[in-house]
């Protein structure tokens, strides 16, 4: 099942994730720690851009 690192909007699939989230009760999915890392200092950041077009 593929899915999307809201941080860098990379697609892959979710058994090759490096850690993963919980926000507002969705699951996030990230390629590197790193990315997670960015997310969870500032979430809104990239779910807002996500969903501002
Ligand atoms: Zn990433």
Not at 1 to 25: H, L, N, S, W
Not at 26 to 42: A, G, L, S
């Amino acid at each position: 099942m593929p899915t999307t690192d809201p941080v860098c909007g990379m697609q892959f699939r979710i058994e090759k994730a490096a850690g993963k989230a919980e926000y507002q009760g969705k699951t996030y999915y990230f390629c590197t720690e790193v990315c997670k890392r960015h997310f969870e200092e500032d979430p809104e950041r990239y779910l807002k851009a996500k969903t501002a077009r």
